[in-house]
């Protein structure tokens, strides 16, 4: 079992299931890694969004309120700080200023730059991991360390019935070494 085979495994299963939408930057369109990963995923699930992180989060939420499973892709952990307001202020405590009555099941799949055999530098290969677990009370932030990880915490994020979204962190270097 690869890193990558079990990406595109737990993306395939999840672009089977009825009520998902896959949105960010290169799902639609090829651009990083992770678009490769989407292949098996029917067209129609994919929704590319423009360089504009917190519009893509608030799009995010609005349609896991209208009961889709949107997955939305933000390939760096740095790239996806730019949503702090809707994912913190707004996903995160939706279910206690809703008073239980938004509990939207969010997907949210991010990763660790990768830094072989090129590194890009400090401003792309950031972990926040621990800090977004500090943070967040009705999110549940799972790093992917082992390809073995993979398709059982992208199940259970669809599956949940616990009212919590999910962040899933994978880590870049992995596609090709694991």
Same mark, same amino acid.
């Given at each position: 079992?690869? /890193? &990558?085979?079990?990406?595109?495994? @737990?993306?395939? /299963?999840?672009?089977?299931?009825?009520?998902? +939408? &896959? +949105? *960010?930057? @290169?799902?639609?369109?090829? *651009?990083? @890694?992770?678009?490769?990963?989407?292949v098996d995923v029917p067209k129609d699930?994919? +929704?590319?969004m423009p360089v504009d992180e917190e519009m893509q989060m608030g799009i995010t939420n *609005?349609?896991?309120?209208?009961?889709t499973v949107p997955i939305s892709i933000y390939p760096r952990w740095n790239f996806f700080l730019l949503t702090m307001n809707q994912t913190i202020n707004h996903l995160d405590k939706m #279910?206690?200023?809703?008073?239980?009555? /938004?509990? #939207?099941?969010?997907?949210?799949?991010? *990763?660790?730059?990768?830094?072989? #055999? +090129?590194?890009p530098q400090i401003q792309h290969v950031g972990d926040f991991t621990d800090a977004f677990k500090l943070m967040t009370n009705n999110i549940e932030v799972i790093r992917l360390d082992e390809p073995e990880d993979?398709? #059982? @915490?992208?199940?259970?994020?669809?599956h949940r019935t616990d009212g919590k979204s999910t962040i899933l962190v994978e880590w870049g270097d992995y596609y090709g070494e694991k």
């Open positions: 079992m690869k /890193y &990558f085979d079990e990406l595109k495994r @737990a993306m395939t /299963y999840l672009g089977e299931q009825e009520n998902t +939408l &896959f +949105l *960010g930057q @290169a799902v639609e369109y090829k *651009g990083t @890694a992770m678009t490769n990963t989407l699930k994919l +929704l590319e *609005g349609l896991g309120i209208n009961g #279910p206690v200023f809703s008073h239980g009555e /938004y509990c #939207p099941k969010i997907i949210i799949r991010t *990763g660790i730059g990768s830094e072989r #055999p +090129l590194n993979i398709f #059982p @915490a992208y199940h259970k994020a669809y």
